[in-house]
């Protein structure tokens, strides 16, 4: 049985490290893993087997009195840059924390900076996120209800496309089949019509000739699921509809 890696593992490589960077490495210094002094500055160095908001909390507390912060933790045998290991990443720079990793296998010891301890500019993040944001911000106001409970999961969300599929959907239960010209003018998506229609990703609408679709069974008994968005699209579809009438009637 192999023996389990223990923190101090860690130590002789990363101690190595900072030493060939000129660095005076200590061990157990007040409290903290590794200090690294070189002239007046002061590096300190956390070691713990697995990244957790602990560590983090330690790490942060410890640029009280440090230049720089480094985490080091042994590489994962099976390692991955993958979404959860970039989401990590981006945290540690958004607490300005250096992260290592060392490896150990076979007696051989290697140190990875895989991460500098840098200032973090989130002004320069926020624009990198920009089309998130306005993506975000166009789901939001493209949903009419709030259907979704929050912290749900393996659900069906009621998104703001499903939302526009569900008035055409109710369009067409109400008049029968319709043309894109006609949902439009009943308060369908002037962008989003024709390619709901032509997708058709939910397989509620069926082409009865150009530019002409209906409701088929499916979107008719899918409809039966969201209740409070058909009474509420009808009310807008009947709204339109005596706005038009009195218009004409003018």
Known sequence: MKDELKEEDLYPPVKEYFEALGYKVNGEVKACDITALKEE?????????????????????????ADLVYIAIPKQKKFKINAKWKDSLHLLRRLELGLILVDIKKGLRTVEVALEPVPFDRNKSIQASKKKRKLLIKEIEGRKMDLNKGGSKGKKLVTAYREASILIATSLQQYGPLSTKELRELGSDNKKTTSILNQNYYGWFERVKKGVYKLTEKGLEDLQQYPELVEYYKAQINSKIAKADKIGDN
């Not at 500055?41 to 009195?65: G, H, M």
């Open 41 to 65: 500055e002061l590096i300190i160095i956390e070691l713990k087997k697995n990244l957790t908001v602990s560590l983090l909390t330690q790490a942060v507390i410890r640029q009280r009195t």
